[in-house]
């Protein structure tokens, strides 16, 4: 998959930011998805970086080179795309990593569905 290289780098990102097995890998959106507390941190699919940075972290967020993520031409509220490319070292996905990491840990956990 196009996507491989950067999932393991995120994999190390999040090794670093949450811990060792304190995170979630989903198959979602085509890609893969990293849960951490039950929240979405980040995804991957293509040669991009999903993160969520919440409506509050967006306009900083595009300020530092994201953009917007879409699906389907809607507007992902909260979620931005960051180029592989615009990651060239394991400090630079920190950058992204750590902070969505520290937004889901300070959420509490979702509660689980009802199952029918």
Known sequence: MAYDALAARIRTALDAAAGPGEYREIRMFGGLCWTVNTHMVVGTGDDDLMVHVGKDGLAAALEHGARPATMGGRTMHGLVLVAAADL???????????????????????KPRASH
């Open 88 to 110: 060239p070292d394991a400090a630079a996905l920190d950058a992204w990593v750590a902070p969505a990491v520290a937004r889901a840990r300070a959420k509490a956990p979702k």
